[in-house]
């Protein structure tokens, strides 16, 4: 019953343990207000999934799941763009990292990791790091996070930037993603945001019975649908288009 | 009412030397113009996207306008000095060719970022700009003739559009031996052939000819051609950032620039391979992948004529066709890389006729030697460089028992609707009952194309199959057909018998076999759909009965995406997006609802309106400028009341939509004649530009009343355009087997009278303001130069509407409307001169 508010209660206010008090409100205010300027960019990330993931924004279905908000409003997506695109870090968009690639919006991040259903303790495989974005999102939720990146500065820069923010258990390799990890299979997830004619079969041997496997479709900027893809206990397939957006029934009256 | 502006002046003795040498130097420059026009469209292409590489260009030529536009405002400022300003423009001429092609290819710009930096619509802004200079002093350079030789105009736009003819037909054919960013250096060269023909004796001139002669060479010499700059989001440029990537062949024609790019990491299908066992069965043979301007990918796959290797062919949606059939004769449309033609052999056909539209690709299949095996040589293989259909059409009696259409375009091109505008005659009703009538009693015709989110390829293809097979004379043709689909791909067979029980059984065990959903089948329960790839709903299911429903038309109506079936006359098949169903988009998606329409659409729409904007302000502009700065009797306001002006705006307006509205429509119509786009453009530019210079030399010397001579040139035209637009069909079908020089010659036999009257108008006109209103011949120059970068634009949004039926008629009614405009020219555009 320490608090100042039990304290006004009681009515015996001892002046020693008040400016104490008062002391450690203000160390605590300062502490806080220390983090909000070493951090200036999370209340853009609170508003980016308050109001674009966890919203039912322009059709889209809103991300539910908790340890993917969190993550979402943990992940310092700043750091993942170009110097140039900082300050539009947090807006509702996808923004190009160079090589030809670009790194998703954060809405189509958090629905792919929603869609993975990912558990701490899973062990998940990313095939293209891209800004290592998407990897250090996953990394927030299970330990096991493995991504392979073909495009070797792509690669060097993002394993950099996943260490210099603390995600170093983001295990990172150089190379050709088609043929998985196998040192680390079975993967309970797998995110495969390199565009391909096919999913590579070796992909689908790695993924676990019961594992999931989410590839979005569309050209750069242009993420149109994510396929899921789910492997049943059986070992078949089955995949479901998942539309980014919510369209109304195609097929309804006039 | 004499002004005495207007008055013409006899030359003086150094300017004799220019006008005796003005038309040859008109007609290199004219030739010069559009050479750059065609170059800049193959640049941007390979650069960007061939959709943005019109819109691009369309704006530049604004420049057209521009230079009218300046020229008229100056006015009487300029009297006496044309001949100095035509040597400084072209003097100015060679080096802006290169000079704004080398910053054109500086600039950062990137199509995909114009929706996430804005500061790429600056960048924009400065491509169009940068591009526009040449323009802009090719079209001074013909300005400033007509109004060194004002009593001769006719000759002067005799020699540009002889000019321009020549430029056309020369850059194609000098497109087969360079590559496109070298034309604009040779270019260069020919504009400065014509500045040394203007620029006469004078040391000054001379010495700043050499000069530049000397500059151009020593860049050339020393460092070549400035390369294009290719955007980073194209399939290449990923492509070559493979460990190890390298191009092992790159060919350059005036259809696409093919390079072959080879690399372990190559592994391209025809869509989605559900279900391969390769651990059982081995990893894909390595590929060469080709692309097609960097983007679209074929793949050449390793050889070595073992065919097991291409087990995994049978594990994508494509082999459909080869559960029907037994050792079938198969035509393979789109032949590319080889992977059709490798699925047909791997499938036992026991001769496999190959079509490919573009000579480069099997040159380079030939040329990578052991590599490809020698697939095009091989004696069960006959490879047949042609358009698919106009071979086809040419062979009446060829028959096979599959007839294949591969995937023709790259997976991301599709998804991104960059060829929502291109016109393909392969997906019309038209086309799909020509290659039903050319198979075997037995044969099928299979038709695979890449899925889009929301649901629209195949349900369009679905109907147009429905309605070819109602055309050919099927009276259920739902008994016909079965669609089955991957997560990515969807593949239509349309079965010239009705499919039977057997045949309907091995549809249903091969997509059981495999994980395709079954989509459509005669006799197909819902229950069966929508197994493997979930959506939804069963839209295809659903689509498909609708549409075999006597309820088609409500569903057409219903549908959010355009899927009536493509005919000949819109030939639009990858055009899906309707106005109706924006704001359902706009509510379904908010912001991103430009991901799910094609942005070809768009862009052509943007133009338009782009165009239209610019153009009213060129036209409008200086009619303000003119109330301002009060330059009313030395400039524009030659023309004594607004009712002149308006006479005058209508007059060029209306022959510069027309003219380009035909000259687009009849493209189109020879594009299926021709068999080939590029033949098309080039014979019908050439020719048209050609005839229409004859006419306008016609028009120079036939002088004695402009009403009534117009009056009875547009009669003909309109009289001869629907006589055309009747007949043409049943004369093309006449032809077709005939060879190409053949088809060349009869497309200029039927184009020539047309274009020949076509050029008659417009220097009539012309004439009629230089003889009255002498400083009106620039404005009316420029306003007509705008009117034709609109109508250009116009026409192939006119005809994703309309069909090209439309377009046609609608230059008629532009043309009817001209003889009218030029009474209230003559009416009320001031002096009588010696008109």
């Given at each position: 019953?320490?608090?100042?508010?039990?304290?006004?209660?009681?009515?015996?206010?001892?002046?020693v343990?008040?400016?104490l008090?008062?002391?450690?409100?203000?160390?605590?205010?300062?502490?806080?207000?220390?983090?909000?300027?070493?951090?200036?960019?999370r209340?853009?990330?609170l508003?980016?999934?308050s109001?674009?993931?966890?919203?039912?924004?322009?059709?889209?279905?809103?991300?539910?799941?908790?340890?993917?908000?969190?993550?979402?409003?943990?992940?310092?997506?700043?750091?993942?763009?170009?110097p140039?695109?900082?300050?539009?870090?947090?807006?509702?968009r996808?923004?190009?990292?160079?090589?030809?690639q670009t790194?998703s919006?954060?809405?189509?991040?958090?629905?792919?990791t929603?869609?993975l259903?990912?558990?701490p303790?899973?062990v998940?495989?990313?095939?293209?790091?891209g800004?290592?974005?998407?990897a250090a999102?996953?990394?927030?939720?299970?330990?096991?996070?493995?991504?392979?990146?073909?495009?070797?500065?792509?690669g060097?820069?993002a394993?950099q930037?996943?260490?210099?923010?603390?995600y170093?258990?983001?295990?990172?390799?150089?190379?050709?993603g088609?043929?998985?990890w196998p040192?680390?299979?079975?993967?309970?997830?797998i995110?495969?945001?390199?565009?391909?004619?096919?999913?590579?079969?070796?992909?689908?041997?790695?993924?676990?019975?019961?594992?999931?496997?989410?590839?979005?479709?569309?050209?750069?900027f242009?993420?149109q649908?994510?396929?899921?893809?789910?492997?049943?206990?059986?070992?078949?397939?089955?995949?479901?288009?998942?539309?980014a957006?919510?369209?109304?029934p195609?097929?309804?009256g006039? | 009412?004499?002004?005495?502006?207007?008055?013409v002046e006899?030359?003086?003795?150094?300017d004799?030397?220019?006008?005796?040498?003005?038309?040859?130097?008109i007609?290199?420059?004219?030739?010069?113009?559009i050479?750059f026009?065609?170059?800049l469209v193959r640049?941007?292409?390979?650069?960007?996207?061939?959709?943005?590489a019109?819109?691009?260009?369309?704006m530049?030529l604004?420049?057209?306008?521009v230079?009218?536009?300046?020229?008229?405002?100056?006015?009487?400022?300029?009297?006496g000095?044309?001949?100095?300003?035509?040597?400084?423009?072209?003097?100015?001429?060679?080096a802006?060719?290169i000079?704004?092609?080398?910053?054109?290819?500086a600039i950062?710009?990137?199509?995909?970022q114009?929706?996430?930096r804005?500061g790429?619509?600056?960048?924009?802004?400065?491509?169009?700009l940068?591009?526009?200079a040449?323009?802009?002093?090719?079209?001074?350079?013909?300005?400033?003739a007509?109004?060194i030789?004002?009593?001769?105009?006719?000759r002067?736009y005799?020699?540009?559009?002889?000019?321009?003819?020549?430029g056309?037909?020369?850059?194609?054919?000098?497109?087969?031996?360079?590559?496109a960013?070298?034309?604009?250096?040779?270019?260069?060269?020919?504009a400065?052939?014509?500045?040394?023909?203007?620029?006469?004796?004078?040391?000054?001139?001379?010495?700043a000819?050499?000069?530049?002669?000397v500059?151009?060479?020593?860049?050339?010499?020393?460092?070549g051609?400035?390369?294009?700059?290719?955007?980073?989001?194209?399939?290449l440029s990923?492509?070559?950032r493979?460990?190890?990537?390298r191009?092992?062949?790159?060919?350059?024609?005036?259809?696409s620039?093919?390079?072959?790019?080879?690399?372990?990491?190559?592994?391209?299908?025809?869509?989605?391979?559900?279900?391969?066992?390769?651990?059982?069965?081995?990893?894909f043979?390595?590929?060469?992948?080709?692309?097609?301007?960097?983007?679209?990918?074929?793949?050449v796959?390793?050889?070595?004529?073992s065919?097991?290797?291409?087990?995994?062919?049978?594990y994508?949606?494509?082999?459909?066709?080869y559960q029907?059939?037994?050792d079938?004769r198969?035509l393979?449309?789109?032949?590319?890389?080889?992977?059709?033609?490798?699925?047909?052999?791997a499938?036992?056909a026991?001769?496999?006729?190959?079509?490919?539209?573009?000579?480069?690709?099997?040159?380079?299949?030939?040329?990578?030697?052991?590599?490809?095996?020698?697939?095009?040589?091989?004696?069960?293989v006959d490879?047949v460089?042609?358009?698919?259909?106009?071979?086809?059409?040419?062979?009446p009696?060829?028959?096979?028992?599959?007839?294949?259409?591969a995937?023709?375009d790259?997976f991301?091109?599709?998804?991104?609707g960059?060829?929502?505008l291109?016109e393909?005659?392969l997906y019309?009703?038209?086309a799909?009952?020509?290659?039903?009538?050319?198979?075997?009693?037995?044969?099928?015709?299979?038709?695979?194309?890449w899925?889009?989110?929301p649901p629209?390829?195949?349900?369009?293809l679905?109907?147009?199959?429905?309605?070819?097979a109602?055309?050919?004379?099927?009276?259920?043709?739902?008994d016909?057909?079965?669609l089955?689909?991957?997560?990515?791909?969807?593949?239509?067979?349309?079965?010239r018998?009705?499919?039977?029980a057997?045949?309907?059984?091995?549809?249903r065990?091969?997509a059981?076999?495999?994980g395709?959903?079954?989509?459509?089948?005669?006799?197909?329960?819902?229950?069966?759909?929508?197994?493997?790839?979930?959506?939804?709903?069963?839209?295809?299911?659903m689509?498909?009965?609708?549409?075999?429903?006597?309820?088609?038309?409500g569903?057409?109506?219903?549908?959010?995406?355009h899927?009536?079936?493509a005919?000949?006359?819109?030939?639009?098949?990858?055009?899906f997006?309707r106005?109706?169903?924006?704001?359902?988009?706009?509510?379904?998606?908010?912001r991103?609802?430009?991901?799910?329409v094609?942005?070809g659409?768009?862009?052509l729409?943007?133009?338009?309106?782009?165009?239209?904007?610019?153009?009213?302000?060129?036209?409008?502009?200086?009619?303000?400028?003119?109330?301002?700065v009060?330059?009313?009797a030395?400039?524009?306001?030659?023309?004594?009341?607004p009712?002149?002006?308006?006479?005058l705006?209508?007059?060029?307006?209306?022959?510069g939509?027309?003219?380009?509205?035909?000259?687009i429509?009849?493209?189109?119509?020879?594009?299926?004649?021709l068999?080939?786009?590029?033949?098309?453009?080039s014979?019908?530019?050439?020719t048209f530009?050609?005839?229409?210079?004859?006419?306008?030399?016609?028009?120079?010397?036939m002088?004695?009343?402009?009403?009534?001579?117009?009056?009875?040139v547009?009669?003909?035209?309109?009289?001869?355009s629907?006589?055309?637009l009747?007949?043409?069909?049943?004369?093309?079908?006449?032809?077709?087997?005939?060879?190409?020089a053949?088809?060349?010659?009869?497309?200029?036999?039927?184009?020539?009278?047309?274009?020949?009257l076509?050029?008659?108008?417009?220097?009539?006109?012309l004439?009629?303001?230089?003889?009255?209103?002498r400083?009106?011949?620039?404005?009316?120059?420029?306003?007509?130069?705008?009117?034709?970068?609109?109508?250009?634009?116009?026409?192939?949004?006119?005809?994703?509407?309309?069909?090209?039926?439309?377009?046609?008629?609608?230059?008629?009614l532009?043309?009817?409307?001209?003889?009218?405009?030029?009474?209230?020219?003559?009416?009320?555009?001031?002096?009588?001169?010696?008109?």
């Amino acid at each position: 019953m320490n608090s100042p508010a039990a304290l006004a209660r009681t009515g015996t206010v001892n002046p020693v343990r008040s400016l104490l008090l008062m002391l450690g409100a203000g160390a605590a205010l300062g502490t806080a207000l220390a983090a909000q300027d070493a951090d200036p960019y999370r209340e853009m990330r609170l508003q980016m999934v308050s109001g674009q993931i966890a919203s039912r924004l322009e059709g889209r279905s809103p991300v539910t799941d908790t340890a993917v908000l969190r993550a979402m409003e943990t992940v310092p997506r700043h750091h993942f763009v170009l110097p140039g695109d900082v300050n539009r870090a947090y807006s509702d968009r996808p923004h190009p990292i160079g090589y030809g690639q670009t790194i998703s919006q954060p809405y189509i991040v958090a629905a792919m990791t929603e869609m993975l259903r990912v558990k701490p303790g899973d062990v998940v495989l990313e095939i293209g790091t891209g800004s290592g974005y998407q990897a250090a999102v996953l990394a927030e939720i299970t330990d096991s996070v493995y991504t392979i990146e073909v495009v070797e500065p792509l690669g060097r820069e993002a394993a950099q930037r996943l260490t210099e923010l603390g995600y170093e258990r983001v295990r990172t390799l150089i190379g050709d993603g088609y043929f998985g990890w196998p040192e680390h299979l079975p993967f309970d997830g797998i995110v495969v945001t390199a565009a391909a004619s096919h999913i590579p079969p070796p992909l689908v041997e790695q993924l676990r019975p019961g594992g999931r496997m989410v590839i979005p479709i569309g050209a750069p900027f242009q993420v149109q649908s994510l396929m899921l893809v789910e492997k049943r206990l059986d070992g078949t397939l089955v995949q479901r288009n998942m539309g980014a957006v919510r369209f109304v029934p195609l097929t309804g009256g006039d | 009412m004499i002004d005495p502006d207007a008055r013409v002046e006899p030359p003086g003795d150094r300017d004799r030397q220019i006008i005796r040498r003005l038309e040859p130097a008109i007609l290199l420059i004219g030739a010069t113009g559009i050479a750059f026009e065609v170059a800049l469209v193959r640049v941007f292409s390979i650069a960007q996207w061939h959709h943005f590489a019109y819109m691009i260009i369309s704006m530049a030529l604004l420049g057209f306008a521009v230079s009218g536009t300046a020229l008229g405002l100056l006015g009487a400022r300029i009297r006496g000095r044309e001949p100095q300003l035509l040597r400084l423009g072209a003097f100015l001429l060679p080096a802006s060719l290169i000079v704004c092609y080398e910053a054109s290819q500086a600039i950062p710009f990137e199509t995909l970022q114009l929706t996430t930096r804005p500061g790429q619509w600056g960048l924009l802004v400065v491509l169009y700009l940068t591009l526009s200079a040449p323009f802009f002093l090719v079209s001074w350079c013909i300005a400033t003739a007509l109004l060194i030789e004002p009593g001769r105009v006719g000759r002067v736009y005799f020699a540009s559009m002889i000019g321009s003819g020549l430029g056309a037909a020369g850059v194609v054919g000098a497109l087969f031996l360079l590559p496109a960013d070298a034309v604009p250096y040779v270019l260069a060269l020919v504009a400065l052939c014509a500045f040394l023909l203007v620029g006469g004796s004078e040391t000054r001139w001379l010495t700043a000819g050499t000069l530049l002669a000397v500059a151009i060479g020593t860049l050339l010499a020393l460092r070549g051609p400035a390369p294009i700059r290719v955007s980073e989001y194209k399939g290449l440029s990923y492509a070559m950032r493979l460990p190890d990537a390298r191009i092992v062949a790159q060919r350059e024609s005036p259809l696409s620039r093919l390079t072959a790019m080879r690399s372990s990491m190559i592994r391209e299908t025809p869509g989605q391979v559900s279900g391969y066992p390769m651990g059982r069965l081995g990893v894909f043979p390595e590929q060469v992948a080709l692309f097609f301007d960097g983007g679209g990918v074929s793949p050449v796959h390793r050889f070595d004529g073992s065919l097991e290797r291409f087990a995994f062919l049978d594990y994508v949606t494509s082999a459909l066709p080869y559960q029907l059939v037994r050792d079938p004769r198969v035509l393979v449309i789109g032949a590319g890389g080889g992977t059709e033609v490798l699925s047909a052999l791997a499938h036992g056909a026991t001769l496999v006729t190959a079509v490919e539209l573009d000579p480069g690709v099997p040159g380079i299949v030939d040329r990578l030697g052991s590599f490809s095996g020698g697939l095009y040589g091989r004696p069960d293989v006959d490879l047949v460089i042609a358009e698919g259909r106009g071979f086809l059409e040419a062979r009446p009696d060829f028959r096979v028992d599959v007839l294949q259409i591969a995937l023709l375009d790259a997976f991301n091109a599709s998804s991104a609707g960059v060829h929502a505008l291109s016109e393909s005659y392969l997906y019309t009703v038209e086309a799909l009952d020509l290659y039903v009538n050319r198979l075997s009693d037995d044969g099928v015709l299979a038709i695979t194309r890449w899925l889009k989110t929301p649901p629209r390829d195949a349900i369009k293809l679905f109907a147009t199959a429905v309605e070819a097979a109602r055309v050919a004379g099927i009276e259920d043709p739902g008994d016909h057909l079965a669609l089955i689909r991957s997560w990515n791909t969807a593949t239509l067979v349309i079965s010239r018998a009705p499919l039977d029980a057997s045949r309907r059984a091995a549809i249903r065990r091969f997509a059981e076999s495999r994980g395709f959903d079954v989509s459509w089948l005669p006799g197909l329960e819902a229950s069966e759909t929508n197994r493997f790839t979930v959506l939804d709903e069963a839209i295809y299911y659903m689509s498909a009965r609708a549409i075999l429903s006597a309820d088609a038309e409500g569903f057409f109506r219903r549908y959010p995406f355009h899927v009536r079936p493509a005919t000949d006359d819109r030939p639009y098949f990858f055009r899906f997006f309707r106005w109706r169903s924006l704001p359902t988009l706009v509510s379904s998606a908010g912001r991103d609802w430009v991901n799910y329409v094609e942005w070809g659409y768009l862009v052509l729409a943007a133009t338009v309106a782009q165009a239209l904007a610019a153009a009213l302000l060129l036209v409008l502009l200086p009619l303000v400028l003119l109330r301002w700065v009060g330059w009313r009797a030395k400039g524009l306001d030659g023309a004594r009341d607004p009712a002149g002006r308006g006479s005058l705006v209508a007059c060029f307006a209306a022959l510069g939509v027309a003219f380009m509205f035909l000259e687009i429509a009849f493209i189109q119509k020879l594009m299926l004649f021709l068999h080939h786009p590029v033949y098309a453009v080039s014979v019908v530019l050439t020719t048209f530009l050609l005839f229409a210079g004859l006419g306008s030399l016609y028009a120079d010397r036939m002088r004695s009343s402009p009403v009534r001579q117009v009056m009875m040139v547009v009669l003909l035209l309109a009289a001869l355009s629907v006589i055309y637009l009747a007949a043409l069909p049943s004369t093309f079908r006449a032809w077709a087997g005939w060879p190409a020089a053949g088809r060349v010659a009869v497309s200029v036999g039927i184009l020539s009278p047309l274009a020949f009257l076509m050029g008659i108008p417009f220097p009539t006109c012309l004439q009629v303001v230089s003889d009255r209103t002498r400083p009106m011949i620039a404005w009316a120059w420029g306003v007509n130069g705008a009117a034709s970068v609109v109508g250009a634009t116009l026409a192939t949004l006119v005809a994703v509407h309309a069909g090209f039926r439309v377009v046609v008629l609608a230059a008629v009614l532009l043309y009817l409307t001209v003889p009218v405009a030029l009474l209230g020219i003559l009416e009320h555009g001031g002096a009588a001169g010696d008109a």
